[in-house]
C-alpha cells in the first residue's frame, strides 16, 4: 500500500521560496498512471490545488499559482518536490502531498505539513 510523508520547514519568511519535499513508499512514483500531487489548505478556507507531476514526468500547475510553482522529482528517492517562490503570508497552509491512480481516481494522502510565512 502507496504511504505519502511530507518533509520540509515549517516557517518561511516572505519573498523567499517554499520548497517540500514528499517521499513514496510502498510503490514508485515511475508506476503507470499516477499523478502526484501537491494540494493545500489555508487556515479556514477550502482545499486548494496546486500542480502535479505524472508517472512520466509531466507536470502541470494551477493557473493561479503557475508563475510561482515548479514541481520536480527525484526518481532514484522515489521523491516530488514542490518549490514555491515569492511567498506571503497568503501562502500559509496545511500542505499535502497526494497520490492519484488515474485508472480509479483513488487518492491516497500524506498527513499534511503545516508552513507558515512569517517574518
Known amino acids: 500500500q502507496v504511504q505519502l510523508q511530507e518533509s520540509g520547514p515549517g516557517l518561511v519568511k516572505p519573498s523567499q521560496t517554499l520548497s517540500l519535499t514528499c517521499t513514496v513508499s510502498?510503490?514508485?512514483?515511475?508506476?503507470?498512471?499516477?499523478?502526484w500531487r501537491w494540494i493545500r489548505q489555508p487556515p479556514g478556507k477550502g482545499l486548494e490545488w496546486i500542480g502535479y507531476?505524472?508517472?512520466?514526468?509531466?507536470?502541470g500547475a494551477s493557473p493561479s499559482l503557475k508563475s510561482r510553482t515548479s514541481i520536480s522529482r527525484d526518481t532514484s528517492k522515489n521523491q516530488f518536490t514542490l518549490q514555491l517562490s515569492s511567498v506571503t503570508p497568503e501562502d500559509t497552509a496545511v500542505y499535502y502531498c497526494?497520490?492519484?491512480?488515474?485508472?480509479?481516481?483513488?487518492?491516497?494522502w500524506g498527513q499534511g505539513t503545516q508552513v507558515t510565512v512569517s517574518s
Open positions: 510502498g510503490g514508485s512514483i515511475t508506476t503507470g498512471y499516477f499523478f
Open positions: 507531476i505524472t508517472f512520466n514526468g509531466i507536470t
Open positions: 497526494a497520490g492519484v491512480n488515474g485508472n480509479t481516481l483513488d487518492f491516497t
